[in-house]
């Protein structure tokens, strides 16, 4: 196992010792190549580079107590790929290709998996991009798949510390007929401004709201969004924010803890309502909330009043990391051992 200080990790990246690649030319992909070097050799004219023709997914590897290393839903980063490569017309990655991808650079690089108990996971990015070139705004006719690993600590530096975050109504991170629902690179240059800004307030990250009216909320920065009360887990439907993996797995936790789920636009007026809220995605987990600031209306929402996490949140919380890391049985069937 490599030396890493693991414990103390940042949601960042650290060399590993493989990735893997394929290229998608006349028509079709070619075989896994297994590279060492960080880098990529790319067209100046390329797609990928020009007209944002590029999609990503993230998902984890966990090592559980008994040496074994899970995957925790794989299939479904494997469909959202598909999804967010059809959405701006790029060639697909059948899921066997896919998952052949997932295995072999995990078991390449087995020595950067974090020990159990240490808080930390392996990241696993898997990026689509059209690596052709073309130089009228058209789909490409080449595209390289590449997944690459990195150990990293929790994404919100607080981990199950309840966290800040800022309204923001001067940016859209995506438009309701848009891209919002591909994990597509734009969506996330056009929401680093509104992040920068919550940052520099000393904010977490930023909420952001519908694009269209600005009054339901949308999503948090790179998580999706929840609110409790009355026994009810409420996360925003929206036609512009990501479809969570890690959202879709709590509403079924809570379902199975005996609570009721909603899934509906939420306004902004009813985060004073909520008893709970969160953020949740791969990266960050279940982020607890403590307090939202709406700087138009002047406005703060508070909860985790005592400076803990609520108590269905860290039910959510425990429940979704003990399946992950293999402390639970799974009921959902949502582990894959790579072995
Ligand atoms: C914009 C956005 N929303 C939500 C999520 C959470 O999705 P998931 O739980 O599948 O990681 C992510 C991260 O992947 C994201 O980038």
């Excluded at 059809?86 to 697909?92: L, N, P, R, V």
């Amino acid at each position: 196992m490599e030396s890493l200080d693991w414990g103390n990790l940042p949601f960042g990246y650290v060399k590993t010792d493989f990735n893997v690649r394929y290229i998608f030319k006349n028509g079709k992909w070619g075989n896994l190549e297994v590279s060492s070097s960080e880098y990529i050799d790319i067209h100046i004219a390329a797609t990928g580079l020009h007209y944002g023709q590029e999609a990503f997914e993230g998902l984890k590897a966990y090592m559980g107590k008994d040496g074994k290393i899970r995957l925790f839903r794989w299939e479904e980063n494997a469909k959202r790929l598909l999804s967010s490569a059809d959405g701006i017309k790029m060639a697909a990655v059948p899921s066997d290709m896919f998952k052949e991808a997932l295995f072999k650079v995990i078991q390449l690089n087995k020595k950067f998996i974090p020990p159990y108990g240490s808080g930390a996971t392996l990241y696993i990015r898997p990026l689509l991009y059209g690596s052709g070139a073309e130089v009228g705004v058209k789909p490409a006719s080449e595209y390289t798949f590449l997944v690459f690993v990195t150990p990293v600590g929790p994404y919100f530096k607080e981990g199950v510390k309840p966290v800040n975050m800022l309204i923001c109504r001067d940016v859209d991170r995506a438009a309701p007929l848009g891209t919002g629902i591909y994990k597509v690179g734009g969506n996330y240059a056009a929401s680093m401004r509104a992040i920068i800004a919550a940052h520099n307030g000393g904010y977490s990250n930023t909420i952001f709201l519908d694009a269209k009216e600005k009054k339901y909320i949308d999503e948090c920065g790179p998580a999706n969004f929840y609110g409790i009360k009355d026994n009810t887990y409420i996360t925003p439907k929206s036609e512009s924010i990501l479809n969570s993996i890690t959202n879709m797995s709590l509403l079924e936790i809570a379902e199975s803890l005996g609570m009721k789920t909603e899934r509906r636009p939420i306004p902004v007026e009813e985060l004073a309502t909520f008893v709970e809220t969160g953020a949740c995605g791969t990266a960050a987990v279940i982020s607890p909330i403590a307090k939202i600031f709406d700087p138009e209306k002047n406005k703060i929402y508070e909860y985790c009043k005592d400076g803990n996490p609520g108590v269905m949140t860290m039910k959510l919380y425990n429940k979704l990391t003990s399946i992950q890391n293999g402390d639970e049985p799974d009921p959902f069937g949502w582990i894959t051992i790579v072995d």
